[in-house]
């Protein structure tokens, strides 16, 4: 049976490391590499921190991992100087040719707050439509008391006050899930700016990683941003309510970023986008978060640890998304993540039975 959330914590809290690596309880079998690497995504960032803290100290399988952002985890990952790259975004038809036999295995989902920097604003006090997002990323909207954000919160007494919409500046798969979101429910978006990893931004200023973000926002009055919903509660930022698809304004939480889930075809290899769900309930700013790997792998020892990490990953780890404000995977959704793990090769032969 794989390591439980429960016991890898006791491990993690002091408990020394399994003395013996066995395949049957969740560790990589002996003769198993003991360090792996991987780079790439900060929006998931908190729960790879616990996850491989955690398996380290059960399995003694250490993983080196660096949040630099998701252009940065798939340039590693095409350049293969990583065991692994992660990606917030879908690989564009040119990465996957420049890195062949690339597949993506979702871990997470997790939602993209808006968030903002306002003397006595608590979180979701406000509220704010994709459109009005959009208009003030173009630089469009430039002052909160706008009447169209006025409009949009009837009773609400709204600031003369600057905006400063704060940006990724990396490459960055949060980036992508917010551009694909905005392309989405704006036709000016989509024709001025589109999505992508990185784009040419209007207006704002710019931050590094998520984290890079967050703390812009703290730093300047008026500012409005997004982060994955982890990192607003960590900064202590108050987020707005976003309108879905149902017209409904919603706050970014796990029940809503679950809700993006549902009603969403989920095809084999899992590379779908979560935005604008068509869930009356659906948070409309959320996005599933891969590890991007290759399937036919040359070392065996190190695919042999890759594996049994991403297997306990995707079944008892995902106990440990849900207290860092990440949603677990649907059963559909582990069923296919793991189908593809389980897809993973060493010369053509299955990295672990």
């Known amino acids: 049976m794989l390591p439980t959330a429960r016991s890898l914590a006791a491990h993690s809290a002091g408990a020394p490391a399994l003395a013996v690596l066995d395949q049957g309880n969740g560790c990589p079998p002996s003769g198993s590499a003991t360090a792996l690497t991987g780079a790439g995504a900060t929006f998931p960032a908190p729960i790879y921190t616990r996850w491989f803290d955690a398996y380290a100290s059960a399995c003694g399988v250490r993983v080196n991992y660096q949040a630099i952002g998701s252009g940065g985890g798939i340039r590693q990952h095409t350049e293969r100087t990583v065991d692994f790259g992660a990606s917030d975004a879908i690989l564009t038809p040119e990465q996957f040719a420049a890195a ?41 909207i430039t002052r909160w008391n706008d009447p169209r954000l006025a409009a949009e919160n009837p009773g609400q007494d709204l600031p003369d006050r600057a905006i400063t919409p704060v940006r990724r500046s990396d490459g960055s798969g949060t980036t992508n899930i917010f551009t694909t979101y905005l392309s989405k429910v704006s036709s000016d978006w989509q024709q001025q700016v589109g999505a992508g990893t990185s784009v040419q931004w209007p207006a704002g200023v710019g931050g590094e990683g998520n984290a890079g973000v967050a703390g812009q926002v703290r730093q300047i009055p008026g500012a409005i941003g997004y982060v994955e919903l982890a990192y607003a509660k960590q900064n202590n930022l108050t987020w707005l309510g976003v309108r879905n698809q149902a017209n409904n304004y919603v706050q970014p939480s796990l029940e809503s970023t679950t809700a993006a889930m549902e009603g969403i075809e989920l095809p084999d290899n899992m590379q779908v986008m979560l935005v604008d769900s068509a869930n009356p309930s659906a948070y409309p700013i959320a996005g599933f978060t891969w590890l991007v790997v290759y399937q036919n792998q040359t070392d065996r020892a190190k695919a042999q640890s890759l594996v049994a990490l991403m297997r306990w990953a995707l079944t008892d780890g995902q106990a440990m998304a849900e207290p860092l404000d ?19 090769s060493v010369n053509g032969q299955p990295a672990l039975p």
Do not use: C
């Open 100 to 140: 062949p036999g690339t597949i993506m295995i979702p871990t997470v989902a997790g939602a993209v707050a808006i968030v903002a920097n306002l003397d006595g604003l608590t979180p979701g006090q406000l509220d704010v439509s994709g459109d009005t997002i959009a208009k003030i990323y173009l630089g469009q």
């Open 326 to 344: 990440y949603a677990q995977l649907s059963p559909t959704a582990q069923q296919k993540a793991l189908a593809l793990v389980n897809s993973i």
